[in-house]
């Protein structure tokens, strides 16, 4: 039962870490659906070589949030595998209450049930539009990620830039 449990806890903590990235992504200036997108290939570590890839290549904050993501997905991989392992492989015992004497089925049933509740979960509009009002607000709260890359959302030639002065009283 507790490798059960564990795997369905991973399956939603990477849910959840997929949507703070995307977020993450979006307040540095990349469109919300791109953002979606690049999380996932990051966090699944799926591969990515598009222009919006190398944009957020070319950004210091995304390489970051990017990297991250890329670290949490292989972790996330790790546990997977093993919670996995020990939901199939786990041995029963005859008596024992609870999940641990149920056969090979039943766990399977149970996962996959399990799996079947999170995609429910994950995929209700109303779940996605309160906890991305969450996390935007969370991100917006602990971090300094509202750094937009303007050169990018204006889409400046090459002779032209982008540049941040101080301005102080009697400038």
Known sequence: MAALLSLLVVLALSFVVMRVGAAA?????VADEVARFQAHSAFLGVGFTTREAEQVLAHPVRRRIVLLLMVLGNAGVVASVSSVLLVVLAPTRAGA???SGAGLPARVALLLAGVAALAAVARNPRVERHLGRVVRWALRRWTQLDTRDYVSLLHLGAEYAVVELDVRPGD
Do not use: N
Request: proline share 0%; hydrophobic share 50%; aromatic share 0%.
């Open 25 to 29: 992504l979006a307040l540095t200036g």
């Open 97 to 99: 209450g609870g999940l």
